[in-house]
């Protein structure tokens, strides 16, 4: 090769140096979201009070609700979660977008609520209400009366729902199965406005898995359960006799039942170490028997571990991934919709972590099958101390994904230390992931936030679009500009509906891809199903990027776009049509064609 000359070397050099000058700083996956409190996350305390936040949501103005509790008992991580804490309230505190404490909420972002004096209040989950509304659950201990499963409802400016309950709060105990002890810890929010709230019951001297349901007033709903009147409680066996059990997290199935997760002892005598626990039920509470036995799985993920689940999410598929700890590390299942683990995820069905002192507390299911968990892990070297958040991503397969962080896991340091994440949630604008937990060095609330994935849409959006139709029996809705009609047949609903349709800017889809075409539907009073299915027709440009054969009708379920439910009756170059008899967030998606340039070397 001949060498360059004087000139042209110069001439090249600066062509080098010019070419890197204008390559941007891109963050990566995993990376600490620095447009968050500036560095990524944030602390809050109450006072000299210890605080400790569980559960995490986001609004649909992006603002970030966190619940736990706080007082003057003692502060407890790990593997102690949920013990009896001492004289505590409810916290929940509200931030913006940016990170800074939301003032119009609460007490300069903060709110707390006692339940009695000397007694124990924790808030273990949250979910907003379509109404803004705020409601968590969780349990209150109150001496010489036992343990009750808490309710709490707030309005969007964080007072108390006078409306729900005793002024806001409600405690329920089941005095025909529990009567001294029942505990929630995991809620999920039905369409219908209904609440499931899994946990556990004692009934005598052992701790039982339950699961209750409540109507939107609070109250129980009597029509659900095998136990007594809104509650289903099962009692845990094996060759030792009846073991302690609990659930400490639950999902909904495709088919509208609820699996639970937890963990359950591997001996009567509590004398051994614990396994993980698998409860499914049918949509009305009872066992589904065609699950594990009789609706039941334990799992012994490594030969006398100490097993614990806090974490469970469902594919698409039904298969179900179980997220928590084994021994010393943090550790995933996957099991199929039987019961049975799934041989093609991990070593047959399970993936435990080689990082050390770690463990995971909940587990989200990506769009593009990947699998995301979030719990804390020991710094290298470190010990109990030294423990800070950490997110970690899996491949379907149960490999830890290399492109995100360090060899799948990333951890949110520095100055987050003695610190532990317990309840992870997605920002639906940007996709962007929020952790919240604690920190025992400043005793307070703990929340980061990361860049889960490619950096949103920022193409010109148009106006926020609503429109609202009102129906009785049957009605069609549609955009002046007709791009998306939605017609209701007779005998949709049985009742007069308001429905409303609000235009959404584009989400994190995975791998598939969008036109512009994002909208919520919405009914009230909130109806689950219809009686008939509606057809919605959606218009887009014929120039679009998509595979005219790939382009379906997508609803968002979590963090998950399925097609489940929705029927194509017909597709063409501008317009899609489909059936559902549900409402929720939808999105036109596809796939793109995949064009390779080669790499023309002169």
């Known amino acids: 090769m001949p060498r360059l000359k004087p000139v042209m070397r110069a001439l090249f050099l600066a062509g080098v140096l010019l070419a890197l000058a204008v390559i941007p700083t891109l963050s990566a996956d995993g990376d600490l979201d620095l447009t968050f409190d500036s560095d990524g996350k944030v602390t809050t305390t109450f006072g000299d009070l210890n605080a400790l936040a569980y559960a995490v949501a986001v609004q649909d103005d992006g603002k970030i609700v966190v619940a736990g509790y706080t007082g003057t008992g003692d502060w407890y991580l790990g593997t102690n979660r949920y013990l009896d804490l001492g004289s505590t309230n409810l916290a929940l505190a509200r931030f913006n977008s940016d990170g800074s404490l939301d003032a119009t909420f609460g007490n300069g972002g903060k709110v707390t609520t ?41 309005n969007s400016d964080g007072s108390l729902d006078t409306t729900f309950g005793n002024g806001g709060t409600i405690l329920h105990q089941f005095v025909q199965t529990c009567p001294f002890d029942s505990r929630g810890y995991a809620l999920i929010l039905l369409p219908d406005g209904k609440f499931v709230v899994a946990g556990r019951g004692v009934p005598g001297g052992k701790y039982f898995t339950a699961l209750m349901r409540f109507n939107a007033d609070g109250s129980k709903d009597t029509t659900f359960g095998t136990s007594e009147g809104g509650l289903t409680l099962k ?79 469902v594919q698409p598929d039904g298969k179900i991934v179980v997220a928590g700890f084994s021994g010393s590390y943090f550790a995933l299942a996957r099991y199929n919709e039987d019961g049975s683990l799934d041989a093609t995820f991990g070593s047959g069905g399970i993936a435990i972590s080689t990082l050390s002192n770690s463990e995971a507390e909940a587990v989200r299911i990506l769009s593009n099958g990947q699998i995301l968990l979030t719990g804390f892990a020991a710094l290298s070297g470190g010990g109990d101390g030294s423990r800070t958040f950490i997110v970690a991503r899996y491949n379907s397969d149960g490999s830890p994904d290399a492109n995100f962080g360090n060899g799948g896991v990333v951890r949110a340091k520095p100055g987050l230390t003695q610190a532990e994440g317990f309840a992870m949630a997605f920002q639906p604008a940007d996709n962007k992931l929020l952790v919240a937990g604690a920190t025992n060095a400043s005793k307070g609330f703990a929340v980061a936030r990361f860049l889960n994935s490619r950096a949103p849409y920022t193409g010109t959006l148009p106006s926020t679009v609503t429109a609202t139709v009102t129906i009785t029996g049957g009605g069609t809705l549609a955009l002046a500009d007709r791009r998306v009609t939605v017609q209701f047949p007779a005998g949709a609903v049985t009742a007069t509906t308001l429905i409303t349709y609000t235009y959404r800017a584009p989400l994190e889809t995975g791998d598939l891809h969008g036109i512009d075409r994002f909208f919520g539907l919405e009914a009230a009073p909130p109806v689950a199903r219809f009686r008939k299915p509606v057809t919605i027709r959606v218009t887009y440009p014929a120039n679009n990027p998509l595979i005219e054969d790939s382009i379906r009708l997508y609803w968002l379920s979590n963090t998950t776009w399925l097609t489940g439910g929705i029927t194509t009756t017909a597709r063409t170059s501008t317009s899609l049509t489909s059936l559902t008899n549900h409402f929720t967030l939808f999105a036109v998606l596809g796939k793109t064609h995949s064009i390779y340039l080669p790499l023309l070397l002169k």
Do not use: C
């Open 235 to 313: 009692s845990v066996t094996n060759a030792s006799g009846t073991v302690d059990a609990q659930i400490f997290a639950v999902a909904r199935l495709p088919d509208e039942g609820f699996i639970g997760a937890g963990y359950a002892e591997s001996r009567a005598d509590s004398s051994g170490s614990a396994d993980f626990l698998l409860v499914r039920y049918t949509g009305e509470g009872a066992l589904d028997t065609t699950f594990g036995s009789g609706g039941i799985v334990t799992t012994d993920l490594n030969t006398n571990s100490n097993d614990k689940a806090y974490g469970v999410a």
């Open 114 to 154: 006692s339940l009695g004096a000397n007694s124990t209040a924790v808030a273990t989950s949250i979910a907003i209400q379509p109404d803004g509304k705020i409601v968590v659950a969780g349990y209150v201990y109150i001496v010489a009366q036992g343990n009750f499963t808490l309710l709490a409802r707030y």
